[in-house]
């Protein structure tokens, strides 16, 4: 499951970069579709340079109102997989990072040259999403 628009906004607004993969997940806010979320894919959803700005088409799909939407326009939701290797790549190798449940959700750990954080989140997305903020 994809992260929650609100905290995928956060994350684009932190200075999160989005280089678009095949299967990522991403929604187009403020045009009344908020609560919808969408995938590339090889066939229908594709990504593609129109006008010299990186486009995001719809294709195959003769009901959908949109052709396409910027990049830009768009936000990536990030998987927890995607999340967890952002992490990983921020803190390098020397640290480590743990995920567990918890009454209220889930609780990430990150240690670093002796230094403990713990962040916390109803998903696990989500505590990985806070992790990620902290290092942004």
């Known amino acids: 499951m994809p992260l929650s628009l ?5 994350l684009k607004q932190a200075g999160l970069n989005w280089d678009p993969k095949t299967h990522d997940y991403f929604a187009v806010p403020d045009v009344d579709m908020d609560d919808k979320f969408f995938a590339l894919s090889d066939m229908t959803v594709t990504m593609e340079v129109l006008h ?17 939407v910027f ?18 790549a921020k803190l390098g190798s020397d640290a480590s990072l743990m ?15 002796g230094s403990k954080s713990i962040f916390e989140g109803i ?9 990620l903020l902290s290092l942004l």
């Open 123 to 131: 998903t696990a997305e989500e505590a990985y999403a806070s992790a």
């Open 6 to 10: 609100k905290t995928s906004n956060q």
């Open 71 to 88: 990049q830009t326009d768009a936000i990536w939701l990030p998987t927890e997989t995607q999340l967890r290797e952002l992490i990983i």
């Open 99 to 113: 995920l567990q449940s918890s009454i209220g959700g889930y609780v990430v750990t990150v240690q670093k040259e």
């Open 52 to 68: 010299g700005y990186h486009a995001i088409t719809f294709n195959g799909s003769v009901e959908w109102a949109l052709d396409f």
